[in-house]
Each structure stands twice: as C-alpha cells, then as structure tokens.
C-alpha cells in the first residue's frame, strides 16, 4: 500500500513558477513509476509528466515539454514536478500518482496509488 501526498499548489500569474512535490508513505518508494497528471473543471484527466523507479527515465506531455521538470528523490520518498512559465491553461488540479508497473507510465489506468490532489491556478 502507498499514500501520496501532494503540496505547493497555489495562485501564481502567469509566466511565474511553482514546485510541486509528492511525498509518499512505504519503503518501497524506490521501486514505483510515479507520475501527475491533471483534471482541469469539465475536461477530462490527462498525463502531464513521469518518471521510472530509477529517475532516468522521464516522459512529458507535448504541452508542458521545455515548461516542466519532473523529479524525484528515493531517498526522501518524494517526486517534484518543477513548473515554469506557467499559463492560464495549465491551471487544473494536480494529482500524484504511483504504480509498481514499469509500462505505460503515460496512462492513467496504469496506476495503482492517486494522491488527493493540489489545486494550481494560473491568473493572466
């Protein structure tokens, strides 16, 4: 079993940055792909950036590409999704996820742990 957690959602304009981070429960932190993904009001879920056990691997959704960074720290049983030049349509609630799975990571149904989610908001 693993509990996510995320935190460093807020209010920013845009063009501004936020870190996001995850932290999760268990010891076996090090051996989940962990993702985010997004929900904005009235559109779907959608895969927005993911990483392998190991950090070498990372994905990214073609609109956040170049924008955010994904991270994570095995140590600290924590990911980080750095965001930069951040815009109106990146505002969504922003939810962690983890799956013991090292394929598909881009897909939702792929994980097994959701977090409960952090709101961001972007105001132009």
């Known amino acids: 079993q693993v509990q996510l957690v995320e935190s460093g959602g807020g209010l920013v304009q845009a063009g501004g940055s936020l870190r996001l981070s995850c932290a999760a429960s268990?010891?076996?932190?090090?051996?989940?792909?962990m993702g985010w993904f997004r929900q904005a009001p009235g559109k779907e879920r959608e895969f927005v950036s993911a990483?392998?056990?190991?950090?070498?691997?990372?994905y990214y959704a073609d609109s956040v590409k170049g924008r955010f960074t994904i991270s994570r720290d095995n140590a600290k049983n924590t990911v980080y999704l750095q965001m930069n030049s951040l815009k109106p349509e990146d505002t969504a609630v922003y939810f962690c996820?983890?799956?013991?799975?090292?394929?598909?990571?881009?897909?939702?149904?792929?994980?097994?742990?959701w977090g409960q989610g952090t709101q961001v908001t972007v105001s132009s």
């Open positions: 996820a983890a799956t013991a799975s090292p394929w598909n990571i881009v897909t939702a149904t792929s994980y097994n742990y």
């Open positions: 268990g010891r076996t932190f090090s051996s989940y792909s």
């Open positions: 990483i392998g056990w190991s950090g070498t691997s990372t």
